[in-house]
């Protein structure tokens, strides 16, 4: 299993650049947004940002990430913002094993629940399936709520 690094390097926003792209699931706008969060985090510092990220690495170079935060005006809960793994690392466990390393964290920041939404589109039922497998449950679905036949699945994982 890769070795596990927390925090944001400048570099990373190549990397996260590069991650996102090689999924083939996200566009050019949201590949935008997640080197975004990396920018937020570099120039706030995570804490102030509220992006925090854990980097799966192998030899030095990240082939996954994930990026979790506090939701603001709540006690304990925390969203995922994004898990990636390159593509050619698919299938082997990093993303599980990424999805445990935020939990806990979240744990240790001393929260209880865990937020994460992805599309509805049938492209994202392996997504979909991910989540449930790491004891994720469905909490709701908004229909139509990225685009007209696109909604918006939101799971929830209880740490407690």
């Known amino acids: 299993m890769p070795m596990l690094r927390s925090g944001a390097k400048p570099e990373d926003r190549l990397a996260v650049r590069r991650l996102v792209a090689s999924t083939g699931f996200f566009s050019a706008s949201e590949e935008e947004i997640a080197?975004?969060?990396?920018?937020?985090?570099?120039a706030k510092?995570?804490?102030?940002s509220g992006y925090r990220f854990i980097f799966a690495e192998?030899?030095?170079?990240?082939?996954?990430?994930?990026?979790?935060?506090?939701?603001?005006?709540?006690?304990?809960?925390h969203d995922l913002y994004w898990i990636v793994v390159d593509n050619t690392r698919r299938g082997r466990g990093?993303?599980?094993?990424?999805e445990?390393?935020?939990?806990?964290?979240?744990?240790?920041?001393?929260?209880r629940r865990i937020y994460v939404d992805t599309s509805s589109r049938d492209q994202y039922a392996p997504t979909r399936a991910f989540y449930l497998a790491c004891g994720y449950r469905e909490a709701a679905r908004l229909d139509?709520?990225?685009?007209?036949?696109?909604?918006?699945?939101?799971?929830?994982?209880?740490?407690?």
């Open 35 to 42: 080197v975004e969060l990396v920018d937020d985090a570099l």
């Open 45 to 48: 510092g995570e804490v102030a």
């Open 58 to 77: 192998d030899a030095g170079q990240p082939v996954g990430y994930v990026c979790f935060g506090p939701i603001a005006g709540t006690e304990a809960s």
């Open 94 to 98: 990093v993303g599980r094993f990424l």
């Open 100 to 111: 445990q390393a935020c939990a806990e964290a979240v744990r240790g920041l001393g929260g």
């Open 144 to 160: 139509d709520f990225y685009a007209a036949g696109d909604g918006k699945v939101i799971f929830v994982k209880s740490l407690d």
